[in-house]
């Protein structure tokens, strides 16, 4: 039961873009499309669950005093990995994420959760937060890509929906699109916690 | 090397390619650090200082280190037959450098000048997570840049930010007194806002230089 929770909190009850706030740039940045939102979450994913297990199977080994470092060059060597394959197998995805591939590296979700969870937890453990958060992760991403690419273009994952007399919100997949889109969805989360605990 | 294209590069750093508005880099610190206009001018202080060293760091090891050009040093020290290709390395070299030059930059400010230690010292530990610092040093590689003109770009892309940063906590203090719906309160309203001036941003992608 305990296992499940760990794998199932980073899904809605401590989604890391939500409720925490954290990696904000490529969520603002990739959101513009729900393909390159689905892109840029697996990618996260896998260097959050195999960063997660290398760390917390390297905690005790680790001098304290000099752990960030090697929690990043840990990082980085699996970024390093999805980007030359992204770059290989995806070239078009590869191209349109751009800068924000290598960028995952800096990317707050992952060091946060190699510092809070897994330099403290079992491999097993470290896993399933991984792989909870990965997830919130990819679905705060892909929620976030649904509005845009439906107001902005009419379209989900590039294939028309909303028919042709369906005239498309420009400034929705434009930058400021994303500030706004991402302020109302908040919005609505602390407006259902709010509802909630008046309940 | 001309003038004019150094000038094209920092207006287009500054406003046309705003760092917040345009490429969501710095995101993070830029809804956490603006909500007093003093922390504000600090932590853009400290990223333009940060961002301009790096910019310059970064370059000179991409060029004389990983990429395979006949500047290459490891191709003169071993005198391999033809220059290595140790472009892939980029990421965590990139990172590692830009961690060491944070933390050097800390101690070098903690020793010479404390009183601007105390202004900064606290912002400095953020900034090596800050996308913006990785995120430029890549740009300046994907975009081809010559040593000066990577310079240039860190600097303006750290007026860029330092300037949005300055804008938004000056509104972010009014916003204290403004009567917003519950729900919206702290980083909702903040993400609006930064839309609204994000539409005004949008403007300058208009200029032709």
Same mark, same amino acid.
């Given at each position: 039961m305990s296992a499940f929770k760990e794998f199932s909190k980073g899904i809605y009850a401590e989604n890391p873009v939500f409720k925490q706030a954290l990696g904000l740039c490529p969520t603002l940045a990739v959101s513009n499309s729900v393909e390159n939102g689905l892109g840029m979450g697996l990618a996260a994913t896998f260097v959050l669950v195999c960063s997660n297990v290398i760390i917390s199977l390297i905690r005790k080994s680790v001098p304290p !005093?000099?752990?960030?470092?090697?929690?990043?060059?840990?990082?980085?060597?699996?970024?390093?990995?999805?980007?030359?394959?992204?770059?290989?197998?995806?070239?078009?995805?590869? !191209?349109?994420?751009?800068?924000?591939?290598?960028?995952i590296v800096v990317n707050c979700i992952i060091l946060g959760r190699a510092e809070a969870y897994a330099g403290k937890n079992n491999a097993g453990l470290s896993f399933l937060d991984g792989l909870g958060m990965g997830i919130g992760f990819t679905l705060a991403l892909m929620l976030l890509g649904v509005i845009r690419e439906l107001l902005g273009n009419g379209s989900l994952f590039g294939l028309p929906m909303l028919g042709a007399h369906f005239e498309p919100v420009l400034i929705m997949i434009l930058p400021p699109g994303a500030f706004l889109t991402i302020g109302f969805v908040l919005g609505f989360f602390n407006w259902l916690e709010n509802r909630r605990q008046n309940n | 090397?001309?003038?004019?294209? +150094?000038?094209?590069?920092?207006?287009? @750093? #500054?406003?046309? =390619?705003?760092?917040?508005?345009? $490429?969501? +880099? *710095?995101? &993070?610190? /830029?809804? *956490?650090?603006?909500?007093?206009l003093d922390s504000a001018v600090g932590m853009g202080a400290a990223v333009t200082f940060v961002m301009t060293l790096?910019?310059?760091?970064?370059?000179?090891?991409? =060029? /004389?280190?990983?990429?395979? #050009?006949?500047?290459?040093?490891?191709?003169k020290l071993f005198s391999l037959?033809?220059?290595?290709?140790?472009?892939?390395?980029?990421? #965590?070299?990139?990172?590692?450098?830009?961690? @060491?030059?944070?933390?050097?930059?800390?101690?070098?400010?903690?020793?010479?000048?404390?009183?601007?230690?105390? @202004?900064?010292?606290? /912002?400095?530990? +953020?900034?090596?997570?800050? &996308?913006?610092?990785?995120?430029?040093?890549?740009? =300046?590689?994907?975009?081809?840049?010559?040593?000066?003109?990577? #310079?240039? =770009? *860190?600097?303006?892309?750290?007026?860029?930010?330092?300037?949005?940063?300055?804008?938004?906590?000056?509104? $972010?203090?009014?916003?204290?007194?403004a009567d917003v719906p519950k729900s919206m309160r702290g980083i909702p309203i903040a993400f609006i806002m930064a839309g609204l001036m994000a539409i005004a941003f949008l403007g300058f992608s208009g200029l032709k230089l």
């Amino acid at each position: 039961m305990s296992a499940f929770k760990e794998f199932s909190k980073g899904i809605y009850a401590e989604n890391p873009v939500f409720k925490q706030a954290l990696g904000l740039c490529p969520t603002l940045a990739v959101s513009n499309s729900v393909e390159n939102g689905l892109g840029m979450g697996l990618a996260a994913t896998f260097v959050l669950v195999c960063s997660n297990v290398i760390i917390s199977l390297i905690r005790k080994s680790v001098p304290p !005093k000099i752990r960030i470092p090697i929690y990043i060059v840990v990082i980085a060597t699996f970024v390093t990995m999805i980007d030359l394959s992204m770059a290989g197998f995806f070239p078009a995805l590869h !191209k349109s994420l751009g800068i924000f591939v290598p960028l995952i590296v800096v990317n707050c979700i992952i060091l946060g959760r190699a510092e809070a969870y897994a330099g403290k937890n079992n491999a097993g453990l470290s896993f399933l937060d991984g792989l909870g958060m990965g997830i919130g992760f990819t679905l705060a991403l892909m929620l976030l890509g649904v509005i845009r690419e439906l107001l902005g273009n009419g379209s989900l994952f590039g294939l028309p929906m909303l028919g042709a007399h369906f005239e498309p919100v420009l400034i929705m997949i434009l930058p400021p699109g994303a500030f706004l889109t991402i302020g109302f969805v908040l919005g609505f989360f602390n407006w259902l916690e709010n509802r909630r605990q008046n309940n | 090397m001309e003038l004019k294209s +150094l000038f094209i590069i920092s207006i287009g @750093s #500054i406003f046309i =390619n705003n760092f917040i508005f345009a $490429r969501f +880099l *710095g995101i &993070c610190p /830029y809804i *956490g650090v603006s909500k007093q206009l003093d922390s504000a001018v600090g932590m853009g202080a400290a990223v333009t200082f940060v961002m301009t060293l790096a910019s310059t760091v970064t370059w000179l090891i991409y =060029n /004389y280190l990983l990429a395979p #050009i006949e500047a290459n040093i490891f191709y003169k020290l071993f005198s391999l037959s033809a220059p290595p290709d140790l472009t892939f390395l980029k990421t #965590i070299a990139f990172i590692l450098v830009i961690a @060491s030059l944070v933390q050097f930059v800390e101690m070098v400010i903690q020793k010479t000048s404390p009183a601007l230690y105390k @202004s900064l010292g606290i /912002y400095l530990p +953020l900034i090596t997570t800050n &996308c913006a610092i990785l995120g430029v040093s890549l740009l =300046n590689i994907d975009e081809n840049y010559l040593f000066i003109e990577s #310079i240039v =770009n *860190g600097l303006s892309a750290g007026i860029g930010f330092t300037i949005a940063l300055v804008l938004m906590a000056g509104i $972010r203090e009014k916003l204290e007194l403004a009567d917003v719906p519950k729900s919206m309160r702290g980083i909702p309203i903040a993400f609006i806002m930064a839309g609204l001036m994000a539409i005004a941003f949008l403007g300058f992608s208009g200029l032709k230089l």
